[in-house]
Each structure stands twice: as C-alpha cells, then as structure tokens.
C-alpha cells in the first residue's frame, strides 16, 4: 500500500511540474481578452498549455514584452517597423473586432441613433454638447433625441481600441487630425476616462447621456445600446459580424508591412467604418525557446479550433491565407540560440 502511496505521489508531482511546464504568460490588449480567455480552457484542456494573460491595455503590453515579462506582449494598435526589429519582435494577427461607438439615452434602442462620422468627431471635440442638437436631429428625422448633456467617455489608460477608435477620427475628420490625431493614448478635448473597455462600458451605461467606444464583444455582452455610422461609401450601418467581414475583405492584406492591415473607413459599400485586427508581439530571439514554442503551439491550435469560439463571442477569424502566411513567419523568423527554427 506504501509502494503504491508512494509511486501516486511521484506521478502527481511529475504531472504537476508537466503542467507547470506548460504555463505561458501574455499581457496587453483588454480588446481581445474574451476571446483569449475561451482559447485559454480550450487549449488546456486539448494540448495542455495553460494561458495567464493579463488585460492591462496595449501600452502595458508592448510594454512588458520588450522588457521580457512575459513570454508574448498584445497590441491592438499595431508596432512600426523601427520599433519591431529594434526589439527583436515579431507582430501577427489573431483576430479582427469591430469598435463601436455605444450610447445611454432613454428611450432609444439599439441601431437606431444615426452618427454622421463628422458629427461623432464633433461630439468629442466639445462641440456637439446635447443629444437634441440640430446636427444631430437632422440626421436622425423622427427619432426622439432627449434634451441631455452629452457625455463622452474615454479609455483613460494607454489602450490599442482608443488608437483604433482615434485613427478612424483622424481619417473622417481633418480638425480631429489636427487637433487630437490618432494614439494609443491622446489629449481629449471633452469628456472622462475610464480604464479598460469594461470601464468604458460600465461608466456609459450608468450615466445618462453617455456615449463611449468599446470592442463590440463588450457592447453585446453588456447588452449595451450601438448606433448606426456612415461609412465612406455614404450608407449608415449597422454593426454586424457581416459588416465587420465587409470591412475585412476589402483590406490590402498581402501588401501590409508586419500585417498591419487598414480596415479602417474601407470603401466597400456594406462595410463597418472602424474594424481592425488584433496583434501579438513575440520576441525572435525568445530567452526561453520550449515558453516560445508553447505560445506558438496555442496559437497554432486557436487558428485551426478557434474560429467557432471566436464566432460566439463577435470577432471575426483570420483569412486562411493570412494565418497560412503567419506560420511561415514564426517558422522562417523566431529562432532559438542555436539559429534553429522555434517551431517547425
């Protein structure tokens, strides 16, 4: 009975240090942070790699993953070249969102607030200040907008949605690029901060009036109310995985330097107007070759299983060709001391 106790005890602790083994640790963008997270169980519980990731912002992330905190940094907004190859990283998709704007006003339910892109910018630029404005009325006959304040809510940490968000600002309006441009973090000229697309969510949905910007899987998770935008072929939409598709499809990825694709304010005529990929950030020099090989195995295992969870949770999967693309990166690019290949 004590052999047995014994040889228990000496599977478990083997089993135990083989699970620990298998631990990979990310942090970054709160934008994909749903979607990592169903990964994560899915992946534990099929190839044995357990996800820690921590959504700090895309600021945090870039951050940690050139200090080497972590095994794997994410970043909605995308990392130029200098800094890249300064850093020894390499930058791939893993899915693609829709930012939406999200608003609080009685009365008016989901998609039915038209936005004119040039109006929105107008909102958090301080001049558009009540919801029964006549730019707004104009463009919304026969919706009943209430005499309330605006209040506009913003992403007060460094955050890749507020770069997206921004950059879509910057493309329709020009006093915006003049004034504010597009970053992960930026002077805004009205409103308040709230931390993370769960801050932005929260805070908007108790405040009358609100109106913020959010991953789309937050809007629908926290049944929060979207609007219509015009997009640059001139049709309101509404988002829509389909739209986000639209949007997808009309991207020049084979001509995107680290596949930083722009979606953003595409001219296909059902298009949503702000749509971008997500992106992880791998060090191509890794200091641990078998924490490398592990977060390229999940990822790996999330483009060929992932798609259906992505699905459910409203993100929009790669493009076969794109992660066909990204495999061939990982393994022409990430090597480990010996100048092998990481993954093969």
Same mark, same amino acid.
């Given at each position: 009975?004590?052999?047995?106790?014994?040889?228990?005890?000496?599977t478990?602790a083997?089993f135990?240090?083989?699970?620990?083994a298998?631990?990979?640790?990310?942090?970054?963008?709160?934008f994909p942070?749903p979607?990592?997270a169903?990964w994560?169980?899915?992946?534990?519980a099929?190839?044995?790699?357990?996800l820690?990731?921590?959504?700090i912002g895309s600021?945090?992330g870039?951050?940690?993953?050139?200090?080497?905190t972590?095994?794997?940094g994410?970043?909605d907004a995308?990392?130029d070249?200098?800094?890249?190859e300064?850093?020894h990283?390499?930058?791939?998709?893993?899915v693609m969102?829709g930012?939406?704007?999200?608003?609080?006003?009685?009365?008016i339910?989901?998609?039915?607030l038209?936005?004119?892109?040039?109006l929105?910018?107008?909102i958090?630029?301080?001049k558009?200040?009540k919801?029964?404005?006549?730019?707004?009325?104009?463009?919304?006959?026969g919706?009943?907008?209430?005499?309330?304040?605006?209040?506009p809510?913003?992403?007060?940490?460094g955050?890749?949605?507020?770069f997206?968000?921004t950059?879509y600002?910057?493309?329709v309006?020009?006093d915006w690029?003049?004034?504010?441009?597009?970053?992960?973090s930026?002077k805004w000229?009205?409103?308040?901060?709230?931390k993370?697309?769960d801050?932005?969510?929260?805070t908007?949905?108790?405040?009358?009036?609100? @109106?913020g910007?959010?991953? +789309?899987?937050?809007a629908t998770? =926290?049944?929060?109310t979207? !609007?219509?935008?015009? $997009?640059?072929?001139g049709?309101?939409?509404?988002?829509?995985?389909?739209?986000?598709?639209?949007a997808?499809?009309?991207?020049d990825?084979?001509?995107?330097?680290n596949?930083?694709?722009?979606?953003?304010?595409?001219?296909?005529a059902d298009?949503?107007? @702000?749509?971008?990929?997500? +992106?992880i950030l791998?060090p191509? =020099?890794p200091?641990d070759? !078998?924490?490398?090989? $592990?977060?390229?195995?999940?990822?790996?295992?999330?483009?060929?299983n992932?798609?259906d969870?992505?699905?459910s949770?409203d993100?929009i999967?790669l493009?076969?060709?794109v992660?066909?693309?990204?495999?061939?990166?990982?393994?022409?690019e990430?090597?480990?001391?010996?100048?092998?290949?990481?993954?093969?």
């Amino acid at each position: 009975m004590k052999l047995i106790s014994t040889a228990l005890a000496l599977t478990l602790a083997a089993f135990t240090a083989t699970a620990q083994a298998q631990q990979i640790t990310g942090a970054g963008a709160t934008f994909p942070a749903p979607v990592y997270a169903k990964w994560g169980e899915a992946a534990k519980a099929a190839i044995g790699i357990e996800l820690n990731y921590q959504a700090i912002g895309s600021g945090g992330g870039q951050n940690q993953i050139i200090n080497r905190t972590v095994d794997f940094g994410a970043s909605d907004a995308p990392v130029d070249a200098a800094k890249l190859e300064q850093n020894h990283l390499l930058q791939f998709p893993t899915v693609m969102g829709g930012v939406v704007p999200i608003v609080n006003l009685p009365g008016i339910d989901a998609n039915k607030l038209k936005l004119p892109s040039e109006l929105l910018a107008e909102i958090y630029l301080g001049k558009i200040v009540k919801w029964n404005d006549p730019k707004l009325v104009e463009a919304n006959h026969g919706l009943p907008l209430p005499n309330l304040p605006i209040a506009p809510v913003y992403r007060a940490d460094g955050s890749g949605t507020t770069f997206v968000f921004t950059s879509y600002l910057s493309a329709v309006s020009p006093d915006w690029k003049a004034q504010v441009g597009a970053a992960t973090s930026v002077k805004w000229v009205a409103g308040n901060g709230a931390k993370g697309n769960d801050g932005v969510a929260a805070t908007v949905k108790q405040v009358k009036g609100g @109106i913020g910007y959010v991953e +789309f899987a937050y809007a629908t998770q =926290n049944k929060l109310t979207t !609007t219509q935008l015009r $997009n640059k072929a001139g049709h309101f939409v509404a988002p829509t995985p389909a739209a986000f598709i639209a949007a997808a499809n009309a991207g020049d990825w084979k001509g995107a330097a680290n596949y930083a694709v722009n979606l953003i304010d595409t001219a296909a005529a059902d298009a949503w107007p @702000i749509v971008s990929p997500t +992106f992880i950030l791998l060090p191509t =020099n890794p200091q641990d070759v !078998t924490h490398s090989a $592990n977060v390229i195995r999940f990822f790996d295992f999330a483009y060929k299983n992932g798609g259906d969870i992505a699905k459910s949770l409203d993100y929009i999967a790669l493009p076969a060709a794109v992660q066909d693309a990204v495999r061939s990166s990982w393994r022409s690019e990430i090597k480990g001391p010996d100048g092998a290949p990481v993954w093969k």
